[in-house]
């Protein structure tokens, strides 16, 4: 998003790729930290049993709307 002169306010969805879903509170803990929580982007999480690359445990899709 720096890269593009965007920041998480730009974000309008968020899609969570997990390994294990159990783990979706401490995912939104984090997601808080950078997402304005009284307008937070639109999100889906999805438990897979395996992830693009060996050894990862959550993956995070976004997209954003540049202006």
């Known amino acids: 998003l720096r890269a593009v002169g965007a920041g998480f ?3 309008v969805k968020l899609t969570y ?6 783990q ?6 984090v997601r808080e930290r950078y997402v304005d ?3 937070p982007p ?7 049993g395996r992830l693009a690359l060996d050894g990862l445990l959550l993956e995070i899709e976004a997209v954003a ?3």
């Not at 639109?42 to 897979?48: F, L, Y």
């Open 24 to 29: 979706l509170p401490a995912v939104r803990e």
């Open 65 to 67: 709307i540049l202006p």
């Open 9 to 11: 306010e730009q974000v």
């Open 17 to 22: 790729y997990l390994m294990d879903a159990t």
């Open 37 to 39: 929580t009284a307008r």
């Open 42 to 48: 639109a999100s889906t999480a999805v438990e897979d």
